[in-house]
């Protein structure tokens, strides 16, 4: 595939080609200085200090920690939190590549910590690792097997910091590709698996996309759509993707509600950060720098990978999927999920969510996670 210099919005469609939500944020006010703060970032300190202390773990059995931890020789951010480290512990492995969630999960994520112990990992070439690490050192991570190897190094460090046996795994998008990986090599030290609107099969995912569009694009007679869209054929065909139909693709995804239900935009995810006691102005802006670092560096990997292959686990598999999404169809988790073996398997549907379910439906993924997932992780503990 040819990797153009692109826009920073061209590129975070183009980003998207891996599952992930796109990776830019809407901008910040400009200023004279590009790397300099914006004239907001007062009021948004102000925002996030307040934050802070309404969200303070003070229960005794409590852990709250945000620091980087050395796996496999490089700094990676995390963070735990829960109100009683006796919980089970549940390991969130996110999206993109290089879209973090530990600085956009402080909307849902409390009421996970009533339950959970919550662990956030900047991935690398993500936010505060890339930033605190520095390019050089965090390219040399950007593999699929060197990412399951590191996330295989975070399980095993929680589970000494919080005193568990297993931990469920939490993988969203693009992080399904490792943290399904980490679960087949290690299935001893998984209690459950999650799979949120996962990456199964590259190219079985972009045709199934590609589909789901024409198709909304017919029935809403959306002539503009279905030109752009023809346009494209074959899609994605035989060989390399180029990220000019990947722009296409993705622009139309996002206006059906494709990324989020019922809207033409996900600025509610993307700007949540701003407000994450866990991320500054510069944490943000690496958010974007991951995703212009880890995408091409990724892309390769991420071409070869069909989980769809997976015949059977030793471990609960559940499959949490929005019922509108169009950036991970579920036509491809479906059939899978239906033939697969495992000790006990469930699609959960999120019916008025897309690609993002525990910010779109916040109180019922949790409810799935308690009354579903939880048990399982008590009972192997």
């Given at each position: 595939?040819?990797?153009?210099?692109?826009?920073?919005?061209?590129?975070?469609?183009?980003?998207?080609?891996?599952?992930?939500?796109?990776?830019?944020?809407?901008?910040?006010?400009?200023?004279?200085?590009p790397q300099a703060p914006p004239p907001t970032?007062?009021?948004?300190?102000?925002?996030?200090?307040?934050?802070?202390?309404?969200?303070?773990?003070v229960t005794p059995n409590g852990i709250q920690v945000a620091e980087p931890v050395t796996l496999n020789g490089l700094p990676q951010w995390i963070s735990i939190r829960g109100a009683d480290r006796a919980n089970p512990v549940i390991i969130y492995v996110h999206g993109?590549?290089?879209?973090?969630?530990?600085?956009?999960?402080?909307?849902?994520?409390?009421?996970?910590?009533?339950?959970?112990?919550?662990?956030?990992?900047?991935?690398?070439?993500?936010?505060?690792?890339?930033?605190?690490?520095?390019?050089?050192?965090?390219?040399?991570?950007?593999?699929?097997?060197?990412m399951t190897q590191d996330l295989l190094a975070l399980i095993d460090a929680v589970r000494g910091r919080v005193g568990a046996r297993k931990v469920i795994l939490l993988g969203h998008s693009w992080g399904n590709v490792i943290a399904l990986d980490a679960?087949?090599?290690?299935?001893?030290?998984?209690?459950?698996?999650?799979?949120?609107?996962?990456?199964?099969?590259?190219?079985?995912?972009?045709?199934?996309?590609?589909?789901?569009?024409?198709?909304?694009?017919?029935?809403?007679?959306?002539?503009?759509?279905?030109?752009e869209l023809k346009a494209l054929a074959p899609y994605p065909g035989d060989g390399d993707i180029p990220f000019a139909k990947v722009n296409v693709v993705r622009k139309w995804v996002m206006a059906y509600g494709g990324l989020a239900a019922y809207r033409d935009n996900a600025d509610f995810y993307f700007r949540a950060?701003?407000?994450?006691?866990?991320?500054?102005?510069?944490?943000r802006l690496a958010i974007?720098?991951?995703?212009?670092?880890s995408v091409p560096a990724l892309l390769?990997?991420?071409?070869?990978?069909?989980?769809?292959?997976?015949?059977?686990?030793?471990?609960?598999?559940?499959?949490?999927?929005?019922r509108h999404d169009i950036t991970t169809p579920s036509s491809v988790v479906e059939p899978w999920l239906a033939r697969l073996k495992a000790p006990k398997k469930e699609l959960v549907w999120f019916e008025h969510s897309a690609h993002l379910p525990p910010h779109e439906e916040p109180g019922k993924f949790l409810v799935a996670l308690v009354e579903k997932v939880r048990p399982l992780a008590v009972e192997k503990r």
């Open positions: 595939m040819m990797f153009l210099r692109l826009p920073v919005l061209a590129f975070a469609l183009a980003a998207a080609l891996l599952a992930g939500p796109a990776l830019a944020q809407a901008p910040d006010p400009p200023t004279p200085d970032e007062a009021a948004y300190a102000t925002a996030r200090a307040m934050i802070a202390e309404r969200q303070k773990i993109g590549p290089g879209a973090t969630e530990m600085g956009r999960s402080w909307p849902y994520q409390p009421g996970w910590e009533d339950w959970f112990t919550v662990v956030q990992w900047d991935q690398p070439g993500a936010g505060k690792t890339l930033r605190s690490g520095g390019e050089a050192a965090n390219r040399e991570h950007l593999s699929r097997a060197r679960a087949m090599a290690r299935p001893d030290l998984v209690a459950a698996y999650v799979g949120v609107g996962p990456l199964f099969s590259l190219r079985a995912n972009e045709a199934a996309q590609y589909q789901a569009l024409l198709r909304i694009a017919a029935e809403r007679r959306d002539e503009t759509a279905l030109a950060a701003r407000l994450s006691p866990l991320y500054d102005y510069a944490d974007d720098q991951g995703g212009q670092l390769p990997d991420m071409a070869t990978v069909d989980h769809t292959k997976i015949a059977a686990t030793k471990f609960p598999v559940f499959m949490f999927l929005g």
